[in-house]
């Protein structure tokens, strides 16, 4: 019941920073997207998908291992957009980047979701 949409992903030196950005969209009028916990995860070629941050309902935060200290993921309730701050990059960031909906608690493991952005790609070089 929720629609997501990933921008802002790109090509970067190691060292660089991105932000990107999750659109969400209630598919029906009755249907409010505060009450979906967001969550961004990444997935590299011949990987499983990796939980990258989350916020739930209640503005909790969670950070996977590979974002903590680099990462900083916030949430506008106000325009229904997830955000993702990354900075200090490395090539091991490489991966596309999924925003994802569920809830109206859940963490970083990707069955607790049910809906799925396209994804946006994240490629850093050295």
């Known amino acids: 019941q929720v629609d997501l949409a990933e921008s802002g992903g790109g090509s970067v030196q190691a060292g660089g920073s991105l932000r990107l950005t999750c659109e969400a969209s209630?598919?029906?009028?009755?249907?409010?997207?505060?009450?979906?916990?967001l969550g961004w995860f990444r997935q590299a070629p011949g990987k499983g998908p990796e939980g990258v941050a989350a916020?739930?309902?209640?503005?909790?935060?969670g950070y996977g291992d590979s974002g903590k200290g680099r990462f900083t993921v916030s949430r506008d309730n106000a325009k229904n957009t997830l955000y993702l701050q990354m900075n200090s990059l490395t090539p091991e960031d490489t991966a596309r980047y999924y925003c994802?909906?569920?809830?109206?608690?859940?963490?970083?493991?990707?069955?607790?979701?049910?809906?799925w952005g396209q994804g946006t790609q994240v490629t850093v070089s050295l």
């Open positions: 994802a909906a569920g809830g109206p608690h859940c963490g970083l493991e990707s069955d607790q979701y049910d809906y």
């Open positions: 209630a598919r029906y009028d009755s249907v409010r997207v505060r009450n979906y916990c």
């Open positions: 916020v739930d309902t209640d503005g909790n935060i």
